[in-house]
Nanobody, 119 residues
């Protein structure tokens, strides 16, 4: 079993930066994928970024087109916190951001952290 706790959300002005953190505790898997999702009010939850940890693709990252070039996902290896560095933030980035881990045949979710981008 895994517990995920997000932190780092808050209010930021357009063009600003914010770094989200996801602390994981519990089981450690040999192969797993961690990622960030977000859900804006009235919208479906969407994938933001993922990072893969296994023997062949450890650290491989993928990004949604809407955040590519602005956001960077990192960390998430054993005993490491996973981060989402968000730069050049836009009002449309406003959402609750969720940490996710897929491993051992299960998916785990954090409770989310609110990010609000507004002048």
């Amino acid at each position: 079993q895994v517990q995920l706790v997000e932190s780092g959300g808050g209010l930021v002005q357009p063009g600003g930066s914010l770094r989200l953190s996801c602390a994981a505790s519990g089981s450690i898997f040999s192969t797993y994928v961690m990622g960030w999702f977000r859900q804006a009010p009235g919208k479906q939850r969407e994938l933001v970024a993922t990072i893969v940890h296994d023997g062949s693709t450890d650290g491989r990252t993928n990004y949604a087109d809407s955040v590519k070039g602005r956001f960077t996902i990192s960390g998430g290896s054993a005993k490491n916190t996973m981060y989402l560095q968000m730069n050049s933030l836009k009002p449309e980035d406003t959402a609750v951001y969720y940490c996710n881990l897929m491993g051992g045949g299960r998916a785990y979710w954090g409770q989310g952290t609110q990010v609000t981008v507004s002048s």
